[in-house]
Structure formats: C-alpha cells, structure tokens
C-alpha cells in the first residue's frame, strides 16, 4: 500500500509528520515523501527539513494521497506541476486525504468543488472560493476524499482512516502504540474557545512571521 505525502517549501511539519507516525504502521505500508526535486524540503527555510526521494515524475500512482498544508501552499494554488499531480494521484486512489490548508490544494486542482470539507479556520474563505462548502468540523469524509482541519487534526484523520483501510483495534493498536491520549493544558484549541487575548497576540505573531519569510 503506497502512502504519498507531496512536500513544498513552507509546509507544515506536522501536517506531514502527525499522519506519518500513524499510518507507517499499517501492514505492508510504504511510505514516500514526494517533491519538485529530491533532496531536503524544509518547512520554513533554514528550519526543520524532510528528504523527498522521489519526484513528481517518480510517481505515477498510489494508493494514499496525503497533501499536507502549511504557509506555502497559498503559493501554490496556481502551480500546474504540483496539481496535475494530484488529479493524476486520485484518478487511481483509494483515498485522497489533506491536512490544515492542504485541502486548499486539492480545492484548486478541482477536486473539492460541491463537497463539503474543513481546513485552517483561517483560510476558509479561500477553500470556499474554489466551489467547497466549510465545516467546522475536525475531519470530513466525503466519498474517498478526507480533510482534517489545522495541523494536529491530521493526528485524529490517520486514525480514522487507519480504521477504514484496516479495522478498529489496528487504529486502538497504533493510537496505543503513540500515546495519542490528548489532554491539553489550556482550552484555547480552536477559533470559537480561544480567549480573546490569545487570537490578539496570535493575529500580531502571524503578521510579524509573514513579514520574515
């Protein structure tokens, strides 16, 4: 079973990452970490990086299409290499999945039009102006295509797709096996619970990192 995860410079480490932890642990999964070029593709240049073996070219087909979001992707949403790429991946797919501003990508390769699907809270109306419904939810299935929200719901997305593609205790098994038993110390995880304060300073930090990159 082949698990591609498309890279881009400015991706979310953790859209990439969470998902990984949980499906490597699928019988017979292979994973591959696919780019533009192989080599190292960092998350925020000079920060952390992941290594793409393979190219786009490399990879004709599989069975999972993870596109994980992050800052780069809104770079991205009129780039004909990368969404060729990923209509060609889910014409053969058996699930086509996103996590955090991912789904904006499989919104512009055409593939979200009429569905319902979620994303960062703070991109909806970019999703919705590619023909998408938002919903707040922290995972949508619609058909074989999956979103997760922002970037730690692609942790709960593995999991429920681990179920589908195996069972339920496989998922039990491997949700054991990473200790995902998630008890924040603050209730601030989402727009609707966020104190004020919080999305204040938020708002400022977001600015100031996009004036550095």
């Not at 698990?3 to 292979?30: Q, S």
Request: aromatic share 8%.
């Amino acid at each position: 079973m082949r698990i591609a995860i498309p890279l881009f410079d400015r991706f979310t480490a953790l859209d990439a990452v969470g998902p990984y932890e949980v499906l490597k642990f699928l019988p017979e999964a292979e994973i591959v970490f696919v780019a533009a070029e192989s080599g190292p593709v960092r998350d925020v240049p000079t920060w952390l990086a992941i290594t793409a073996d393979a190219t786009f070219n490399d990879v004709g087909s599989c069975d999972v299409l993870l596109v994980p979001g992050g800052p780069g992707s809104r770079a991205l949403l009129g780039d004909d290499q990368l969404l060729a790429w990923i209509r060609r991946m889910h014409q053969e797919s058996t699930w086509t999945t996103s996590v955090c501003t991912g789904s904006l990508l499989l919104a512009a390769a055409g593939l979200l039009t009429g569905l319902s699907a979620t994303t960062h809270w703070a991109a909806v109306d970019v999703l919705e102006s590619f023909g998408a419904t938002y919903t707040p939810d922290r995972v949508v299935f619609q058909g074989k295509i999956v979103t997760a929200a922002g970037v730690s719901s692609g942790i709960d997305m593995a999991l429920e797709l681990a179920a589908r593609i195996a069972d339920q205790t496989t998922a039990e098994a491997i949700q054991l096996a990473i200790e995902y038993d998630p008890q924040p110390p603050f209730d601030a995880g989402s727009l609707a619970k966020a104190p004020q304060p919080a999305k204040d300073l938020l708002s400022k930090g977001l600015r100031r990192f996009e004036r550095t990159q």
